[in-house]
């Protein structure tokens, strides 16, 4: 900095004591911790688990006992109808 003074044709500048503390680059805001790293893990381990237990739910054979209800229900709306 002395040097780019002098070719400049300017006196020396005096420097602080902050100037001459080496600046410890601050962390980046943007950037996620460790512990939301482990959050989002963990949050994305939970969806996964709720979609296969609904895909399973899903998959399962109607009880025959069910599908005699909802025929009944059928016949009489188009009785009705």
Request: glycine share 4%.
């Amino acid at each position: 900095m002395a040097d780019e003074d002098a070719k400049r044709g300017r006196p020396p500048r005096k420097r602080n004591a902050d100037s001459m503390i080496e600046n410890m680059p601050a962390p980046d805001p943007r950037k996620p911790s460790a512990a939301l790293d482990e959050a989002r893990l963990r949050q994305q381990a939970i969806g996964v688990r709720l979609r296969q237990m609904f895909d399973e739910v899903v998959n399962e054979d109607v009880p025959d006992e069910f599908l005699d209800i909802l025929r009944r229900a059928d016949s009489k709306t188009a009785e009705n109808g």
